[in-house]
């Protein structure tokens, strides 16, 4: 539910001064329609914006683009020299590291010139025969956008189950291909998530979607069926607050069906060698009570659960007697449970303390436990590539600002690390050239919020230093802080570039996400604000100095920093597909994500919360007084946020804003909420954010 990118140039002295000759910016119709809600009555000039067949809309749309381009124009040659920059970074032809699972090595590659990945596998050893299960190229030549989502070869090797989008509205279509023969099944089956194989590889089960894309229904899929009809539904679920996904444990004995909200879960298991066979409940949801079953081992579930556990704890149980649960890692105020990964003879903890990630390693038949040390200051880590259940091996990776995408194999047993695989970045990157930092910044209200930052060195922190200030906020999810060749183009020019680990995320705990939503959520806002501030008071930048940037929920945080902080508050913002008209999305329960996150932001009909969302959203409070240099960007098959929120909040901004700052719109008419599909293509929009931002602070090449 995010995106993550950024970029600029400049004119005269960086303040904008368009010509007289500047184009003027299009002006989209009004329609007014009257909304009541509480009692309380509002006028929507923009609401007809969402009628996406609307010749008007449509028109609209693509003279804001037009109007975009042509203001955009002086920065071609800085777009051109950026990508190129971008493009000599990359190793255009390259390998994944190859993962092995069930007898085979499986791994994607690159080549120069081509859009997307090709999926390969190779039997027995690394040196054998290629063969190629996907070549996404050819699968995505019909299409302006393609994209593969799920994986899953059954037990016996033979079939590929995988599911696509050819729009970029994350609506999925199943496929199955026999792997023997090169050939498609006749079974296709679309709007389908989570497809997961019995043990003997005939029955494919998976869930579909409603008409507000929640996963709802659990089907059984026998293979070779062509129509998905004759499907038998196993499980619907009728609370909206629920979704549900099928998946597997690694020791491939149990199905597992996850239904949950955010805020409480049910379990319910299948052995996977008795596809048609009875599903049984773990234990029965309870409202607050969030569990998941993690691994299955030696005849015993291993269950992450919040129950008296506000940070997670880890429990067992016998698989016959799922109701009996007892301590396996007990709770700790100071430390979060992530994930956790269960091997025959070993244990994997993923876990975050004092906003940092760290693994625990636990051997299972001993008991010994030890960690594995990481030494940056800021850092990212997460597990990878880990499918083989009697492994003494655990495969994980690791980044930073500074470091590139790393991957490790780690032996558990000997506890040594080997590196695989490092990120070629070309060019002759020098990682000693760039310094990274984790400072606090103490927040309006005393809590101590921590920022991620990196430059190279010798950038002047005197105030004279541009920087791009990025944060998300929101649904639990914590910011890492991750390597980007691409960054390299901002800090080379001087930025400094800085992730705000706001209220709203995990960073510090299930209470830090608690802290930043519902009736709670402005921290969220007020945090990132507090953390502008302090980096111009501390001189790593200035406010004209300063852009700030989200994607999806974070182009909500943005959209309300404008609002809510003093004007001059930054030079310039990035707003990506984002949720800008709150209280209108979630008024709309026919909406994709609207019910389901009533837990997260709040349901308008609830008269506090919608008075509370009321003092926030964007779009509502959007005024006459002077914005920054802003750049909003959306694609119009977008199913997270939709298309017309942005085009409504530029469509209203036009008629409020004052001073002569640019305002840029563009939408991207063939992709979703990721943007494009293809990676050159994703270049290029990573390109026109950095010259927006670059031309702002006055750099032209």
Known sequence: MMRFCVYLIALQLGSLAYSQEAPQPPTAK???????????????????????????VVSYLEKENAYTETMMKSTEALQQKLYKEFLGRIKQTDLSVPSFSNGYWYYSRTEEGKQYSIICRKKGAKENAEEIMLDVNELAKPFKFFSVAAQSVSNDNRYLAYTFDTTGFREYTLAIKDLETGKLLPDTIKKVNSPTWSADGKYLFYTTEDHAKRSYRLYRHEVGQSDGQKDVLLYEEKDELFRIMVTRTLDRKYLVLMIGSSESSEMR????????????IVRPREEKHRYQI?????????????????????????????GNWS??????????????????????????????????VRDLNSGDTHQIEMKEPTYTLSGAGN??????TFRYMYTSYTTPMSVYDYDLAKREQTLLKRQDVLGGYDQDQYQSERVWVTARDGVKVPISLVYKKGTKLDGTAPCLLYGYGSYGLGMSATFSPARLSLLDRGFVYATAHIRGGNEMGEAWHDDGKMLKKKNTFFDFIDCGNWLCDKKYTAHNKLAIMGGSAGGLLVGATLNLAEPGFCKAAVLEVPFVDVINTMMDETLPLTVGEFLEWGNPKNKEHYEYMKSYCPYT????????????????????VMYW????????LRTLKQGSEPLLFKCNMAAGHGGASGRYDALKEQVFAFAFIMKQMGISE
């Open 294 to 322: 993690v691994g299955h081992r030696n005849g015993e579930f291993f269950i992450k659960t919040n129950q008296n556990a506000k940070n997670f704890k880890l429990v067992k149980c016998s698989d016959t007697q799922t």
């Open 621 to 640: 409070n959007l005024s006459q007084r002077t914005y920054p240099a802003m750049l909003i960007r959306t694609s119009l098959n977008d199913s997270q």
């Open 30 to 56: 009004t329609k007014s329609k009257e909304v009541q809600i509480n009692g309380d009555k509002f006028t929507d000039n923009y609401f007809y914006l969402r009628e996406k067949t609307n010749p008007d």
């Open 269 to 280: 298991i299948l052995p996977s060698d008795q596809p048609t066979g009875e599903w049984k």
């Open 645 to 652: 929120e942005p085009a409504k909040y530029v469509a209203k």
């Open 387 to 392: 499918p083989e259940f009697d492994s003494r």
């Open 327 to 360: 301590d396996v890692i007990p709770h700790r105020a100071d430390v979060l449970l992530e994930s956790i990964t269960i091997f025959k003879n070993y244990m994997v903890v993923e876990e975050k303390t004092n906003g940092l990630d760290r693994f625990s």
